[in-house]
C-alpha cells in the first residue's frame, strides 16, 4: 500500500498511484470495474479488483466500501455542460477522495483539467453517448483511416494531458499497437486483451440482467437469484393475504397475552359496550 495524503489533506492508504500505473504501463495486466454503492465497492475490493470506477456523486459511497482502491470518479457528460460545472465536479469528487476523474468531453476540457494536476481518464473508440456521428454502436477503427484517425485522438489527448483512457470497442489488434506506442495507460473495454487494463461493468460481470453487449460475459447470474426474490416476495405476501384472510394469522403464537385475573379487573375498569 502507498501513503498518501487526498485532496482533503487526508492521511490514506492506495493500493496503486496514478504514478504506478504508468510505470507498471505494458508490464502486467490490471482489472477494472464500476462501483456506485458501498456494496459493489466493497465487492470488488473483496474480490482482489485493482481499480474502480463509478459516477462523481458516488464517490463518497466507494470510498466507504474500498478505502484502498485507485477510484476513478466519471464526471458524466450531459449533467455537468459548462467548463466551470466540470472543474467543480472534479475538484468535489477529489476532496471526496478519488484518484483521477474521467470525461468523456473533447482535449479542451481534459486539458483544463490536467492544468488542476488531475489525472484524467479520457474516451475515445466508441463513445455510446456520441454513436449518432458513428452511424450507431459500433466498432471504431476497423478501417485503416479509421484506425489512423483513432491514433491522433490519442495523441491529441496525450498532448492535452490526459492520464489514462478508456478504449472501447475498438478491434483488438489496433488496439494492442496503439496501447504500445501511446503513453495513456489504456483501459480495454470491449478492445481485446491489448489494453493495459481490462475494464468490465460490475452489473455485467455479475450478470444482473438477461442481455449484455457483445464484448461482455457474465460470470455470475444475479439476475437469476433477483427473479427468484422477486417470485418469493410475491409468494410471501399472497400468503400473508391468505394467512389474515382465512383467521390463521395472526395466531396465539404471534400474539401478546394478558393474565386472565388482569384482564378481568381491566374490563371491570372500562364501561360496558353500548354504555356511554
Not at 62 to 76: H, K, Q, V
Not at 92 to 117: C, F, N
Not at 186 to 211: K, R
Request: with cysteine.
Amino acid at each position: 500500500m502507498k501513503r498518501i495524503y487526498d485532496w482533503d489533506a487526508k492521511f490514506s492508504l492506495r493500493n496503486y498511484t496514478a504514478a504506478d500505473l504508468r510505470a507498471i504501463k505494458g508490464k502486467r495486466k490490471l482489472t477494472q470495474t464500476t462501483a456506485n454503492s458501498i456494496e459493489e465497492a466493497a465487492a470488488a475490493a473483496d474480490a482482489g479488483i485493482d481499480l474502480i470506477m463509478g459516477n462523481a456523486q458516488n464517490t463518497k459511497a466507494a470510498r466507504e466500501g474500498a478505502p484502498n482502491l485507485f477510484f476513478t470518479a466519471a464526471i458524466a457528460l450531459p449533467d455537468f455542460p459548462t467548463e466551470k460545472d466540470v472543474l467543480t465536479a472534479a475538484f468535489q469528487a477529489m476532496k471526496e477522495g478519488a484518484d483521477s476523474v474521467y470525461t468523456a468531453r473533447g482535449p479542451h476540457i481534459v486539458e483544463m483539467l490536467a492544468r488542476e494536476q488531475i489525472p484524467v481518464m479520457c474516451h475515445l473508440g466508441l463513445v455510446p453517448r456520441r454513436s449518432g456521428w458513428n452511424g450507431g454502436l459500433r466498432a471504431i477503427g476497423r478501417t485503416a483511416d479509421e484506425a489512423h484517425s483513432l491514433w491522433q485522438a490519442f495523441r491529441r489527448m496525450e498532448d492535452a494531458g490526459a492520464f489514462s483512457v478508456e478504449a472501447e470497442v475498438i478491434p483488438a489488434p489496433v488496439m494492442r499497437e496503439i496501447s504500445r506506442r501511446t503513453s495513456l495507460v489504456t483501459m480495454s473495454l470491449g478492445s481485446g486483451s491489448g489494453g493495459d487494463v481490462i475494464y468490465l461493468f460490475q452489473n455485467d460481470i455479475c450478470g444482473e440482467q438477461p442481455e449484455r453487449p457483445r464484448h461482455a460475459r457474465a460470470f455470475g447470474d444475479i439476475h437469476s437469484l433477483q427473479e427468484k426474490i422477486r417470485a418469493e416476495r410475491r409468494s410471501a405476501l399472497g400468503a400473508f393475504r391468505d394467512a389474515v384472510h382465512n383467521g390463521e394469522f395472526p395466531s396465539e403464537a404471534e400474539t401478546a397475552t394478558i393474565g386472565d385475573a388482569d384482564l378481568e379487573e381491566f374490563l371491570e375498569r372500562i364501561p360496558v359496550k353500548g354504555d356511554t
